[in-house]
Every structure is written in structure tokens, then in C-alpha cells.
């Protein structure tokens, strides 16, 4: 497990999984330790996944100012594992919240970035957060399943008042709801760090209209993929996401949630496979 500074000082840790390439993993949550992440559905197979654990989250030490959970100034922290690695250039894959961190990360250092992909990333660094009527669209489309009867009218309650939230609520985020899908949600409270969620968009975090300004002058080659029956992103907020880059596809896993890499990992890895090749 490589252990590096970033300027302040904090230690920060990142896991290495499988051999080739290394492919710079952010994870989301936000403030997710990355071990949620696995090994991408076997994306491992076929690149070198450098998964970081965010400051404050995993085996990375907290930091001595909780200011700098705030996502643009984790960018700092971003750059500094480019440097630990020794890359010129580093392809990058960001999973929901940590897709505003990439796109951050691209906006300061275009020619830092290879590739790019965003998988299911909540656009809030464009200033375009998934909306309760995205959820609930998306939501409705689970209603022949078991669970929707019991389910649906809780995730309705959470959408309006989101301190109240219920882990039935969970089934809305996979494709499937299986055993391994329940498994995997068990551990997001364990996993993640909430007082570095809360701070993770703060006020200034965020600079769209600069952001965008920026982003339209990345020519890496950006692949944003969406899950069909994810509500944040929904495939059509994935497509607007794609629209701010000049070098980007959207794609659509049918029938994959939050976590497409758990809903059809063969799908989800032959396609970024191909992107990232």
C-alpha cells in the first residue's frame, strides 16, 4: 500500500490492484474509503487500478483542517499522487462524486489527463446536481420488482426530507438487489466519513462557469457512462456531462444502477476496456 504527502503534509494512502497501466481510481460517496470500489467488476485484469483513498477516509490520515475536505482543494491532493507515481500524463476513472473532483482535477491540469472516465457521476462541479424528479423517474421503473410496493413510497419520503433516510432505500441505487448488492450497501456508513461528506461541496467548492470554461479546452478523450436505471445520474444528466467536453461519448449500461461494475461487471469491463484502450 503506497503511502504519499500531500502539500500540507497529510499522509495518503492508495491500493494497487492488478498489473499494466496504472489507472488513477477516485472514489465517490463523497468521502468514501475506496475500498467499496473492489476491483472494478475485473477491470484489474487488464489495467493497474491505483485506487486512492481520499484524506480523512480508508488509510489515509485526517487531516489537521477540515477545510480541505472541500473537493476543489482535494484537486492539490489529486496532482500529488500523479507526482508520487512518476506520470507525465495519468488516465483517470471517477466514480459519482468523485467525478466533480476529476472534472476539477482536468479544469487545473488538462495536460495532466489521458484519458477520463466518468462512471455515474453526479455533475455538481457543472452546477448540475441530480434532481428529485431524475430520482423518481428512475425509481419508477423498478415497480415490477418485490420490494417497489414497500420501497417506493420511503424513497419518496427521503427525497423530501433527506436527513431521513432508510437503507430500503438502497434497492433504488442497484440494478439488481440481490445479496451481494445488499452486502456491498451494508458498508457504506462504516466506510465513509461524514463530517468530510458535509464539507465535500462547501461553499466555493464549486465555479461552473469557470469550470466549463476550462473543461471545453480538455482534449483528452472523456467517456461518461451512465446506468439505465440510475436516477443521479440519469443517462439524459450523463449526456449533458458529455456535452461540456470536446472529446466526449456517453454511454448507457441497460439496466445498471450506481454501481454498474456490480450489475453486469462483463458489460461494464469490456466497455471501459475498449475506451481506455
Known amino acids: 500500500m503506497p503511502i504519499f504527502s500531500a502539500p500540507d503534509g497529510t499522509r495518503l494512502a492508495c491500493h494497487l490492484r492488478g498489473e499494466g497501466k496504472p489507472l488513477v481510481v477516485l472514489p465517490g460517496g463523497p468521502m468514501r474509503a475506496s475500498a467499496y470500489l473492489g476491483n472494478l467488476g475485473g477491470l484489474d485484469a487488464h489495467r493497474q487500478l491505483v485506487l486512492l483513498d481520499l484524506r480523512g477516509t480508508g488509510e489515509s490520515e485526517v487531516p489537521a483542517d477540515p477545510g480541505t475536505y472541500r473537493c476543489d482543494r482535494l484537486v492539490d491532493d489529486v496532482e500529488a499522487l500523479r507526482l508520487h507515481l512518476g506520470l507525465e500524463r495519468m488516465d483517470v476513472l471517477a466514480h459519482s462524486a468523485g467525478g466533480s473532483l476529476a472534472m476539477l482535477y482536468a479544469a487545473r491540469y488538462p495536460e495532466r489527463v489521458g484519458r477520463l472516465a466518468l462512471v455515474t457521476a453526479i455533475p455538481w462541479a457543472l452546477g448540475m446536481p441530480a434532481t428529485a424528479q431524475d430520482r423518481l423517474a428512475a425509481a419508477r421503473q423498478r415497480q ?37 448488492a445488499q452486502a456491498h450497501a451494508e458498508r457504506d456508513e462504516a466506510e465513509t466519513n461524514d463530517e468530510a461528506a458535509d464539507r465535500y461541496g462547501a ?75
Open 144 to 180: 415490477d420488482e418485490p420490494w417497489f410496493p414497500k420501497a417506493f413510497p420511503v424513497f419518496e419520503a427521503w427525497l423530501a426530507n433527506p436527513a431521513d433516510f432508510d437503507p430500503i432505500n438502497w434497492a433504488f441505487w442497484y440494478g439488481r438487489w440481490d445479496t451481494a
Open 203 to 277: 461553499d466555493g467548492a464549486y465555479d461552473p462557469a469557470a469550470t466549463r470554461a476550462a473543461l471545453a479546452r480538455v482534449t483528452a478523450p472523456v467517456l461518461v457512462l451512465a446506468g439505465g436505471v440510475d436516477g443521479g445520474p440519469s443517462p439524459a444528466l450523463a449526456r449533458r456531462t458529455a456535452d461540456a467536453f470536446p472529446k466526449a461519448e456517453c454511454v448507457v449500461q441497460p439496466g445498471a444502477g450506481h454501481y454498474p461494475w456490480l450489475d453486469d461487471p462483463e458489460w461494464f469491463t469490456r466497455r471501459v476496456t475498449a475506451f481506455l484502450s
